[in-house]
């Protein structure tokens, strides 16, 4: 058996309603920082057709922006424009395939709920002893736009155990 050596994550796309909103929300809330965008993407832009290839004869107009985030992962957000975006009827769609949340650390787990509650999004749990006896911490929130994020106080491979 040949190891497979892991991969970074290169980064998220999320949809939104409003992407100047959610820029502005992802700057303010998370500190995360634009470098390119937002940027009208449409059909008669496509001269390479991979928009079409990728979404289908439907895809007509999106806007488009890249934020950095604190550990070299990106973050990648659309907002479909025709197609209007829809957003999901669910707060926490688990049962469906696909992508469920995205979580970021922070020791400051009540200081960053409380920060999005704020600022229009929503604590969805409460704040959890993940692992106990170990003071290893986690919630769930969602952003104004309806995508969940889970905060953990520590590291993925510290709360897994891997170290």
Not at 7 to 20: A, K, M, N, Q, T
Not at 108 to 136: F, H, T, V
Request: charged share 25%; aromatic share 10%; glycine share 10%.
């Amino acid at each position: 058996m040949t190891l497979t050596c892991p991969r970074p994550l290169h980064h998220i796309g999320i949809g939104v309603s409003d992407i100047e909103a959610a820029i502005k929300w992802y700057e303010e809330v998370m500190g995360y920082r634009v470098f390119t965008g937002p940027v009208l993407l449409t059909q008669e832009t496509d001269t390479r057709g991979q928009l079409r290839n990728l979404f289908g004869p439907g895809f007509r107009k999106l806007k488009i922006a890249h934020l950095s985030t604190g550990g070299g992962c990106g973050l990648e957000l659309f907002q479909s424009i025709d197609p209007p975006h829809e957003r999901r009827t669910e707060n926490a769609e688990y049962w469906k395939s696909g992508t469920f949340h995205f979580c970021v650390t922070d020791p400051d787990i009540e200081g960053l709920a409380a920060k999005i509650k704020a600022n229009g999004g929503k604590q969805l749990s409460e704040i959890w002893d993940d692992r106990p006896p170990k003071n290893y911490r986690m919630v769930y929130c969602q952003d104004p736009f309806g995508t969940l994020i889970e905060i953990h106080t520590h590291s993925y491979e510290i709360v897994q155990g891997w170290r």
